[in-house]
């Protein structure tokens, strides 16, 4: 046996103690989820009992298991919640058991919707989100600019099924890129360099499966210098995807540009297996029927979103509000 085949031996031995640790990790997450989940029902069967009821209950579960944790007050009150909020122990069992007890309170803190609870537990799965970075998508508003909002583009008519669905599910609008410090006087490519340098961020708020190929990205066509603001390729639509920034509203023209970069790229960089690439126009601000008639006899499948930074408080506001030396003094 050689070195090579050794190491191939032992990544594929590490491969399956992997698969198999997380199998189990998600076995006995869903087995203390439906475990709480019982828990709430009997808790909202008695809950005409009082509040003391709960109170007693959880001092008795401690005193009875002393070495066990995740029965406090607080907790026991979760349970009955997440109870209440889903009357169907199966479906707890198949759709809701896959991601953590902690990230089901962060959903219950923040969202009444159970339409919305769900959605995210499935991006949670998909994505593999941390509870903070989960918590960050919810307050950023997600849901609402993913799947509530009217979109503008013309992937139905230009895209085959289904890279179309998947195109527009990926879409949103707006943006938030609330990572990038807002200066009135930005221009595109103040906002292009400050999206590169926190990259990660970007990829966070694109969505799952796009990876970074590069800003200013360079193509030569006919003999002439063209350059992408920011090229990417989505591993889920298996396409190449061009953004453009505008830091102003939308122009007609603007459509028109990204329509060439998309035949270029189509031409030089997509091979025979790739589907056809997607262009990303980001506004500060757009007309929807404008946008619309924009797209309307474009031949390539463009799509059109507002972004949004973080905004600095108003000069009026701003000036009424103590400096930090003030602050300080006062403190002293």
Known sequence: MNSSEYISIVEKIKSEITSAQYRAAVHVNADMLLLYYDIGCVINEHKTWGNKFID?????????????????????????????????????????????????????????????????????????????????????????????????????????????????????????????????????????????????????????????????????????????????????LRCYVVIELKAGDFKPEYAGQLNFYLSAVDGILKKEEDNPSIGLLLCKSKNNLIAEYSLKDISKPIGVSEYKVTSSLPNALEEQLPSVEDILKRIK
């Open 56 to 236: 007693n209950l959880a001092s008795d579960i401690r005193m009875a298991f002393p070495e066990s944790k995740g029965y406090s007050v607080r907790n026991l009150k979760y349970m009955a919640k997440f109870a209440a909020r889903f009357s169907d122990r199966e479906f707890v069992q198949e759709a809701l058991a896959q991601i953590t007890w902690y990230h089901h309170i962060a959903l219950m803190d923040k969202l009444k919707s159970v339409d919305e609870h769900i959605w995210y537990t499935k991006e949670v799965t998909k994505n593999g989100w941390s509870r903070n970075v989960l918590v960050h998508q919810i307050e950023s508003g997600l849901y609402q600019r993913q799947v509530l909002v009217d979109k503008v583009s013309n992937f139905e008519s230009r895209l085959p099924s289904p890279q179309s669905e998947l195109a527009a599910q990926t879409m949103k609008d707006p943006y938030v890129f609330d990572f990038i410090p807002f200066r009135e006087e930005m221009v595109e490519r103040d906002i292009e360099q400050a999206l590169v340098r926190d990259v990660t961020k970007l990829l966070l708020e694109l969505g799952t499966g796009f990876a970074f190929l590069g800003n200013q990205y360079h193509l030569n066509v006919g003999g002439d210098d063209f350059y992408i603001d920011l090229l990417f390729y989505n591993l889920n």
